[in-house]
DNA sequence: CATTTCACCTGGTGGC
DNA sequence: TGCCACCAGGTGAAAT
């Protein structure tokens, strides 16, 4: 469900929440899919750091861990201060939680009652708790430890500051259809089903044509659209279309601005022309055969 | 290598 | 009310 906007909200929302407070305590279920890390050394791992920061990559939602026990006065992580005189300020290990489909991050009180496909509980010393929930079990749970492993950076360019010239070589040569090469996380991170589709409607592109063959101009105008789009929809906290909620669990409204997502057979909001609904790349796509070639 | 298809899951919706 | 088919924000393995 949740593509770079709802990421990036949620991602700020926890950190504006947790930054420079203790995990005391984890625990995780029993299933086995949404861990890339065994959940015990997750545990391990967890237990006793620091959370210095939160922030997105892709579609990932990274958090900075400090090592153990030590926090400023005010609570905060002090980055980028003196990194080298204050102890635990330097990340040294990173929680790293892919939403998949259906999966939440939330901050709730510590007796707050536990939704139904709660993965992993991270009790932390303020009293609070980090929950991950997720009933389709698409999401991924992954520790890292610093001192054996690169920090994570999520493959692909980040469309919100990729440039004219970088975005065209991305799909210079390419055959395969426009919407299918912005779903390749591989080229950019964080584009998804609904952002595609939004992106190309607002570039007047559609969706099947290849992707080598848009002209400079039609690709620069995507590059735009996209960046438009997605800086529009993480203003309005992300699309909420039946069940995404931020770190509070309060819903986005940028599915109220949706011109072509889940509107099929709707009219198009600058021409009337109904909103056809394709499958494209295994995904349902929407465009307007008028606005769009 | 590039590209396409499908399996992985649960839950909501709409037709009969 | 129940049953069933179909659909859903993603991704990566397998097939082509």
Redesign the pocket.
């Known amino acids: ?3 770079l906007p ?1 990421v990036e909200t949620i991602a700020r929302g926890v950190h504006n929440r947790v930054r420079g407070d203790r995990i005391a305590q984890a625990w995780f279920g029993r299933y086995s ?1 949404p861990f890339k890390t065994p959940p015990a050394l997750q545990a391990k791992g967890l237990e006793g750091r620091i959370l210095q920061a939160v922030h997105r990559s ?3 939602i990274v958090c900075e861990l400090g090592c153990c026990e030590r926090q400023s006065a005010d609570g905060s992580p002090e980055v980028g201060g003196n990194r080298t005189s204050v102890q635990g300020v330097e990340p040294r290990a990173q929680w790293i939680v ?5 999966g939440r991050l939330l901050v709730t009180a510590s007796d707050a009652p536990v939704a ?2 709660t993965h992993a509980r991270l009790s932390l010393a303020s009293g609070r708790e980090l929950r991950f929930v997720d ?4 999401g ?1 749970l992954e520790f890292r430890d610093l001192l054996r492993t690169p920090a994570f950076i999520a493959p692909g360019a980040d469309p919100l500051l990729i440039e004219g010239r970088e975005f065209a070589a991305l799909f210079r ?5 426009i919407k ?2 912005l ?1 390749n ?1 591989g080229l950019l991170a964080g ?4 952002y ?1 589709d939004e992106s190309l409607f607002r570039a007047g592109i559609r969706p099947g044509r290849s ?2 063959r848009l002209t400079k101009a039609e690709l620069e105008r995507l590059r735009q659209a996209l960046r438009e789009v997605l800086e529009h929809a993480i203003r309005l906290g ?7 909620v931020d770190a509070d669990g309060a819903r ?1 409204f940028f ?1 109220l601005e949706h011109c072509v ?2 509107r099929t057979g709707q009219p198009c909001l600058s021409c009337r022309t109904p909103i056809r ?1 394709i ?1 494209l ?4 796509t929407h465009y307007c055969t008028k606005c769009q070639r």
């Open positions: 469900m949740p593509e709802e899919e892709g579609k990932h892919h939403l998949g489909m259906t139904a496909h009933p389709r079990r698409f991924r040569g390419r055959k395969l259809a299918a090469a779903l996380q584009v998804g089903n609904i595609a992707a080598g992300g699309s909420s279309v039946s069940d995404y986005g599915q997502y889940m609904r499958l790349a295994g995904r349902g």
